[in-house]
Structures are given as structure tokens and as C-alpha cells.
């Protein structure tokens, strides 16, 4: 029986490292292509680490028409542009829906930083009366969704949640919860952040970025690398799909969000939180953990998360978190911030639909805490009818979300 | 080059700074985990602290591995000779 | 409910601060904003976070954290949450913030870039996302529920409260502590008065639907509802306050453009009142978000006339604002509180300092004064300068009948 007040995702569109555009992006992601390189956008010479995953000609005048591009940040331009990727994947053409009944919800770790940057450099130099009162206009991360919604003219709620590295999978979740209570008819779910000056002294001062090689799950693992990105998907529910003949990818399942309350960087030691994450996603989501097909890791890289999310997938899945492949794809695309769990989901939701699951890439030897299954290096077939994909963040946020293959 | 006692009364204050506890209380042989139960961000923030006072950069592995008052004492007396020499 | 504000810091203490017109406006006598020309605000200058959480090291929070913290613990005394009942069950908690804490993103870049990336603060580092002080909270409370963190500028705090109470609706959760905060900082207090937001000084008036008025004036504040299933708070006996009915939230993609007469709070009223199976008829009092913008207190008085129909000076309305200033992410959970109150005293606050109501603005029933007023339902309105509006529907506490 077709539950036809199911949440699907009808359209994917993605600014990221290593390509823009669902097919662009899907096909590095199956050859394994890598977004690193040396940081470019500042001077990382007093650094000690100088590995980043940037993204290289973008242009917001090929996505910013209505806005003048020069007004917005860089946040904004990346996420304008995913939306209308995603629009134009989706076959939507907003002039015939009602825009009010037509929202957005992103999700960010640090908005639009480029803004607060350049206060401070204006700040230390003495020189704070050329702070401009565009400030307020273009800095607090409300403006992301906000610049969305003006330069797509959507009229329905503009949201912004900013639980930085898993706020994607929370914003496709709000959103998935407006849909089902009818509030709305479609909307535009993901995250954005930009290359980020302060995140990257942050995590260089906590030494969690890699010298050299981003390798979720290695024995080596040495770190993670920040990146930048955007992704957007379009969801509705499936009964407005179906008569609007729109191609559908998969169907939102249930989530699970908790809270380790234990620490603000390092996540709980016994993975407790994240286990109950992933439990609540399943539990919601009406699925036995004997029917999870593939798992999008966190997988950052970092040799802490990287052994106490194998701990957590463990206590979820028992012996079955043997059989369940789980990769990695920061191991490619750098730690994306809070565009991470959305591009994550938009992966999901391709490999169910193309039936082949991303490698983790760089994987050269076995950790033994590590010792799961984790799609080394090359991409694989694979049925997959329900991936999970977990997301963790700062503030000991935990998050899990269910895709499920289109129900027929 | 500064005496081994202002270095500990400088570490001293500095953990003082960041966790709260009077400086005059911290015994120099304290650990940051078991004695002061400090956590990994607290303990980093000391030794950055520490750092930034005695402008020196300790590498990753050096930072990670003090876990006592009298070995944050002894990589601050190790890198003032080196700066020094 | 919990609230730390310059007014006072308990339910009751602010709205009797409220009703007897007082201003929290105060000059600001901080070090370092000397070149700014506002020189009032609505800060807390006598915040002592020891005295509410005297056993452990303050160092972790910085003032945004310590001003959440220390609300959430007073919200969490005042509902009867107790350590053990919190270890019993995961409570949420759903905060809402139009910066976070921009100040201490301010202070780790900046001391970075003055001493150098390898001096940078971890402890700074860790609180420069935007939902810190929401894991900060749960860390010190051990919240163990849902956390998120939701940030729509200052409409951020009412849109919390309407996220949250969709949580427990969905089933998701029985018990989420959910509110707003913003502390005053230099940083923010200096991007606003370069945006020509603020009120200035000398003639300049923050009075919300005032003749005179040329703008806001910034305040500070952290408030938390500990909202809780129905079923669920009647049978461990907890204190039912009120009901929140329903919630509407909207976005105005062309609020840069003037005349549109407030259509998006419009659109977030009556999806309230739908979401709330409540009608306008049986609204009680209006608590305006209006806080003495030029065109945003306009859009609003137009707003409320196109809704009642021409009956709008039936509804009475006050304005808080006039008083605590614009809090923010705090802003639409201070009014939320203090309609609490008034249903719990029957006492409206009046709008100070609104001596000369605009002429060109429509007739409404505008409290000017103190008022006693029989509230059983009453619409909370939050508007943002960006386009954001959110309206929140609150009832007295359902008959346990």
C-alpha cells in the first residue's frame, strides 16, 4: 500500500569540492575524486597544517539573478545556488505553486563568517568606522535562508538551524515534519557554510586537522579537513509528486536527534548519545536495524570520532554492524561543515536510487577498533533500500537520519 | 633565564585562570585528570595559556602528552633553554 | 519558566517591573563603546551568573552560555525538575538566538590574529558555533533530549517555542525546555547603530507605535518555557501555567521594499489561529512586537487592522518592548512570559513613553497604561527586520475536567 503522505525528495542540487550538480558531483563521488588541496583563500602561513577543500570557480552570477551577488555572502551564494540546482532537477517552476505554502530551511556551523572576518580586521586595526551598516544586513546567519527566500521569492517559513557539522540532517528533518503536518507544500532542506578563516584556526588549535590525507577509519587517521559546500534538497509529499509526475529519488524516513550533555568537543566516550540517535531514526522510521543497507558516517577523519562512532554503530547494530557497508565521504569531500549531512543525504538518497554505495577513500590499513566494513577506496554496487545517515556536532548534538527507496 | 619557581607560580595561575581554583591550592604534583578533574578542552586551554605566556609553540604530541603540573613545568623549561641555545 | 533579564529575574518580578512602567534603558557605561553615539540600552549591568551557579568553574560559558544556563536552571526549579527526574528522563531543550555569541567570535579571531592562530582559545573555540550555549545548557543540566538551536533574528525566540511545541506534538519528546537568548556585546551593538536601527539619542524616541519614534534600543535578556505533553505534566503533578495553542511562522521575501503593510505577520496569525483551531474572536490581548521601528511597528498596526477587520480596537495591546527594549532571540520569550502572567494576575502592562500615538497609524486599542484585563487566550506577535514573522497563540491552562 503506497503511503502517499510520504516525504520525498524530488529534486538534489549541490555546490561542493568536488563537483556542482547532482551528475557532476555523483560521478567524482564514484570515481573517488579528491577536494583537497593548499587553503588559498587566506594566508595559512603561520599555521601548521594547510590542507583545505575549497571550492574552485564558483560563480554566483550563473545562480544570483534577483539579488545583486556583490550584496550577499558567500554562504548565501552557495546556497542560492544549491536551491536552484535543485529546482531545476526537481522540474519545479515556482510561478506555478503558491509561494507561500513554499518554504526553506538551512542548516550552518558558521553562516556567513567572511562578515565578522572583516569586522575584526577592521576592529584590530583601529580602523572600526569602516564597519558599514551592511554588517547586520549580511552577517547573522539568519540571512542564509533569508537571501534564499528573497531571491526565490518563497513567502512560506525561512529557517535557519544552526547545530553546525550535523545541522543538515536537523534541517531536512524540521522540514520533513512541516511537510507531513501539511503546513506546507514544498520545501527547499539543507545546509551552507563557506571556507572559514576562524573554523579553520578552531580546529587547527585543537589539532584535529591532517597534515597531509583526510582517512576516515585508517589506522593512521591523523585528522580532518574543513571544507565548504552546499546542498539542497527539494521534498514534498509523495501524493503532490505523483500528480505533478515528478521523478522521485527516495522517501524521508524518521530521524533521531540527541544529546550527549557530556562535552563540547569530544563525544561521549561510550558513544551513548549517537546510539540512541540511531535508535530513535530506526524506531521512527518503522525499520528493523537487520534492514539498514548502508550507513553514511560522520567519519571525519579525526582518530577520535572516527573509533567512538564505530563503538556507537556497534551497540546499535550488534553483530550486524559487520555486514552493513559504512563510508565515509569526507574522505573526499573534506568536512563540509553544516552543508556535511545534506550532501551526505543527497548521497544517500543516490545510492539509492543508482544502487551503488561512495568508497572511503584513502583507506590503507586496518585500525583494529576500527574494524567494520567501510567501502575502501573503490565505489560498489549495491541494492540499497534504506541507508542511515549520522551526523554529530559540537555542543554533543547527535543526529541520524532514514532514506527508504520510493515505496511503490 | 626564569627560575623553576615563577615558572610553577606562572602554570599555576594559569590553571588558576581557566578552571577556577586558587592558584595556592594546586599541589605540584597534581594531575589535571585525576586530581583537578579537568577535561581535554580545559587541560588544552591551559597549555595554549602557558604557551601564549611563554611564547613558545609545543608540537601536538607535546601538548597532548602533559597530564601534570610538574610536566607542563618541565616542557616550559625545556623549550625556554631550547629558544635560548 | 525561567528568565534572567534587566527587569528581573523571575516571571513575576518582570511583570510587575512591566506593569508599574519601568524602563530597563540605562547608559551604557561599559568600557570600549565609547565611539558609538547610542548611548542607552537594555543590558543586565548586575548579572552575577555565581550566584545562581555557585558549585562549579564559570569559565567554560562565556556571558551568552551563563545567561542560558542560568535561566534553564531557574526554569527547570520553578517547573519541578530535579536532578533525578532529569536522570530519569531526556529533556529537550530548543533555543533561540540571532547571534549566538558574536562577542566571543569576535574575541577568539581577534586574539588569533593578534598573538597568532597557534595562541587561539580552545575553551573560546568551542563557543564560537551557534548552538553553544544550547550544549552548554545541556552539559550543565544534563539535557539529554532532543538540542537544537534556531536562529530566524529576532523572531528566533518565538519560533523556538512554536519548533518545540511541534516536538511534543509529533511525538517526539514529552518535555523540552525551549526559548531564546541574546546578550548585549559591543559587536552587535555596534552593527546595529551602523545600520540606523537603533533609536540615537537626543530626540530620538524606542517607543513602539510612537509619533517620534526613530528606531530600537538593544536589550539583553535569556528566557526558557519548560513545555511539556499535556498527559505527561498532569501525571507527575506538575503546575500547569498555560497552553500553547499554536504557532504560525512566515517570511516576507520582499521586506526590503516598503508597503506591504505587514502581510507576513498576517500570514503568521492566521496559521496560528488555523494551527490553534482558535479564532480571532477569541483573542484576548495582542502583546506586539512592535519596539519603536519606524516601518516595522507601521507594518504591524496595519497588519492587526487587516486581520480583526476594522475590529482591531477591540483587542487591547501592549508593546514590552517599550520597556526591556529589543531583546532579540530573547524577545518573542519575554512576551510569551509575561502574557503568562497577565492571565495569571489579569494585569496588562501598559506601552511607556507613548504619549503621542502615531495619527496616520489606524485606531487601536492601545494600552498606554497598566490595565486589568480577563485573558484567556492571547496572540504573542514576533516580527524581524529581515522578513521573518512568527505568531504564537497561548491559552490559560486547559480544565483538568
Not at chain 1, 547494530?317 to 550532501?343: D, N, R, V
Not at chain 3, 519606524?294 to 507594518?299: A, E, I, K, Q, W
Not at chain 3, 485606531?363 to 512568527?390: K, M, Q, T, Y
Request: charged share 20%.
Amino acid at each position: 500500500m503506497t503511503n502517499t503522505t510520504a516525504v520525498v525528495v524530488t529534486g538534489i542540487g549541490l555546490v561542493t569540492p568536488i563537483g556542482t550538480g547532482r551528475q557532476q558531483f555523483w560521478d567524482a563521488l564514484m570515481a573517488g575524486h579528491s577536494g583537497f588541496g593548499p587553503v588559498k583563500s587566506f594566508d595559512t602561513s603561520s599555521f601548521g597544517v594547510h590542507l583545505g577543500a575549497e571550492i574552485a570557480d564558483f560563480n554566483p552570477c550563473d545562480y544570483v539573478f534577483a539579488l545583486d551577488p556583490e550584496t550577499i555572502g558567500r554562504s548565501s551564494q552557495l546556497a542560492i545556488a544549491a536551491a536552484r540546482l535543485a529546482l531545476q532537477d526537481g522540474s519545479l517552476e515556482l510561478d506555478k505553486t503558491d509561494r507561500r505554502r513554499a518554504g526553506v530551511c538551512v542548516g550552518t556551523t558558521s553562516g556567513e563568517p567572511h562578515f565578522i572576518e572583516r569586522f575584526d580586521d577592521h576592529y584590530v586595526s583601529g580602523e572600526l568606522e569602516r564597519v558599514g551598516k551592511e554588517f547586520i544586513t549580511r552577517y547573522p546567519c539568519h540571512v542564509v535562508p533569508g537571501h534564499v527566500a528573497k531571491e526565490l521569492g518563497l513567502a512560506g517559513e525561512a529557517m535557519m538551524i544552526p547545530t553546525a557539522c550535523a545541522a543538515g540532517n536537523y534541517a531536512i528533518a524540521h522540514a520533513s515534519d512541516l511537510l507531513r503536518a501539511r503546513k506546507t507544500d514544498f520545501m527547499l532542506a539543507g545546509g551552507a557554510d563557506s571556507f572559514s578563516r576562524i573554523t579553520y584556526t578552531g580546529f587547527a588549535r585543537l589539532g584535529a586537522i591532517a597534515p597531509e590525507v583526510c582517512q576516515p577509519f585508517d589506522r593512521n587517521r591523523k585528522g580532518m579537513v574543513p571544507g565548504e559546500g552546499a546542498a539542497m534538497l527539494l521534498l514534498e509529499l509523495k501524493e503532490r509528486a505523483i500528480a505533478r509526475g515528478a521523478r522521485i529519488y527516495c522517501e524521508i524516513g524518521g530521524y533521531g536527534l540527541s544529546c550527549d550533555a557530556h562535552h563540547m568537543t569530544a563525544a561521549h566516550p561510550q558513544g551513548e548519545g549517537a546510539t540512541r540517535a540511531m535508535n530513535m531514526a530506526l524506531i521512527k522510521s518503522g525499520v528493523s536495524p537487520s534492514h539498514v543497507d548502508y550507513i553514511s558516517a560522520h567519519g571525519t577523519g579525526t582518530p577520535t570520532n572516527d573509533r567512538l562512532e564505530t563503538i556507537a554503530v556497534k551497540k546499535t547494530f550488534g553483530q550486524l554492524a559487520y555486514e552493513i557497508p559504512i563510508s565515509s565521504i569526507k574522505s573526499m569531500l573534506g568536512h563540509t561543515m553544516g552543508a556535511a549531512s545534506a550532501i551526505e543525504a543527497a548521497a544517500c538518497a543516490l545510492a539509492i536510487t543508482e544502487g551503488r554505495i561512495p568508497p572511503t577513500m584513502n583507506w590503507v590499513s586496518q585500525d583494529p577498533e576500527c574494524d567494520l566494513d567501510y567501502v575502501p577506496n573503490v565505489s560498489r554496487a549495491c541494492e540499497v533500500r534504506v541507508a542511515m545517515n549520522n551526523a554529530y556536532a559540537f555542543g554533543g548534538n547527535n543526529s541520524s537520519l532514514i532514506l527508504t527507496a520510493n515505496s511503490a | 633565564m626564569m627560575d623553576t619557581q615563577s615558572i610553577k607560580t606562572t602554570i599555576k595561575q594559569s590553571i588558576s585562570r581557566v578552571t577556577g581554583i586558587p592558584a595556592e591550592t594546586i599541589s605540584d604534583s597534581a594531575s589535571y585528570e585525576g586530581d583537578l578533574g579537568l577535561d581535554s578542552l580545559s587541560i588544552l586551554e591551559i597549555a595554549v595559556d602557558v604557551e601564549n605566556h611563554f611564547k613558545f609553540q609545543a608540537s601536538d604530541e607535546e601538548l597532548t602528552s602533559i597530564r601534570t603540573v610538574e610536566e607542563t613545568v618541565d616542557l616550559v623549561r625545556r623549550r625556554l633553554c631550547a629558544e635560548v641555545a | 519558566m525561567g528568565v534572567i533579564s534587566s527587569l528581573g529575574d523571575s516571571p513575576a518580578l518582570l511583570h510587575s517591573a512591566l506593569c508599574q512602567g519601568r524602563t530597563a534603558l540605562h547608559p551604557v557605561e561599559e568600557p570600549g563603546f565609547d565611539d558609538l553615539n547610542c548611548r542607552q540600552a537594555g543590558h543586565i549591568s548586575a548579572f552575577h551568573p555565581e550566584a545562581y551557579l555557585p558549585e562549579k568553574n564559570l569559565r567554560p560559558l562565556d556571558r551568552t552560555g551563563q545567561l542560558v544556563v542560568c535561566a534553564a536552571k531557574l526554569a527547570l526549579a520553578n517547573s519541578g525538575w530535579t536532578a533525578d527526574k532529569l536522570a530519569a528522563r531526556d529533556v529537550g531543550l530548543v533555543l533561540g538566538t540571532m547571534f549566538g555569541s558574536v562577542h566571543t567570535i569576535s574575541k577568539f579571531d581577534r586574539h588569533a590574529l593578534v598573538q597568532g592562530p597557534s595562541y587561539a582559545s580552545p575553551m573560546d573555540f568551542a563557543n564560537t558555533v551557534i548552538n553553544a550555549a544550547a550544549g552548554q545548557t545541556a552539559i550543565w543540566h544534563k539535557l539529554r533530549g532532543i538540542n537544537s538551536t534556531i536562529a530566524c533574528g529576532s523572531t528566533s525566540g518565538l519560533v523556538a517555542l512554536g519548533y518545540a511545541t511541534d516536538l511534543i506534538r509529533y511525538g517526539h519528546q514529552t518535555a523540552v525546555l525551549a526559548g531564546g537568548a541574546d546578550e548585549f556585546c559591543f559587536e552587535s551593538f555596534c552593527g546595529f547603530e551602523r545600520a540606523g536601527l537603533l533609536y540615537g539619542n537626543g530626540e530620538g524616541r524606542p517607543v513602539p507605535f510612537h509619533h517620534r519614534r526613530t528606531g530600537f534600543a538593544l536589550g539583553e535578556a535569556a528566557g526558557l518555557l519548560m513545555l511539556e505533553d499535556w498527559e505527561a505534566a498532569v501525571s507527575r503533578g506538575a503546575n500547569i501555567l498555560a497552553e500553547i495553542r499554536g504557532y504560525g511562522s512566515t517570511y516576507n521575501p520582499a521586506s526590503d521594499q516598503a508597503g506591504n503593510e505587514g502581510d507576513a505577520i498576517v500570514r503568521a496569525v492566521q496559521a496560528a489561529t488555523e494551527d490553534a483551531v482558535l479564532s480571532l474572536v477569541e483573542i484576548d490581548c495582542i502583546s506586539a512586537s512592535a519596539n519603536g521601528s519606524v516601518n516595522l511597528d507601521r507594518d504591524e498596526a496595519f497588519a492587526v487592522k487587516t486581520l480583526w477587520n476594522g475590529y482591531s480596537s477591540l483587542v487591547p495591546i501592549t508593546a514590552i518592548k517599550s520597556m526591556v527594549g529589543e531583546t532579540l532571540g530573547a524577545s518573542g520569550v519575554l512576551q510569551a512570559i509575561d502574557l503568562i502572567e497577565t492571565m495569571r494576575t489579569g494585569q496588562l502592562p501598559g506601552i511607556a513613553g507613548l504619549d503621542q500615538f502615531e495619527p496616520t497609524l489606524p485606531s487601536l486599542d492601545i494600552c498606554r497604561h497598566e490595565r486589568s484585563v480577563r485573558v484567556r487566550s492571547g496572540l504573542v506577535n514576533s516580527i524581524g527586520f529581515d522578513g521573518h514573522a512568527c505568531a504564537l497563540l497561548i491559552s490559560e491552562p486547559p480544565d483538568l475536567n
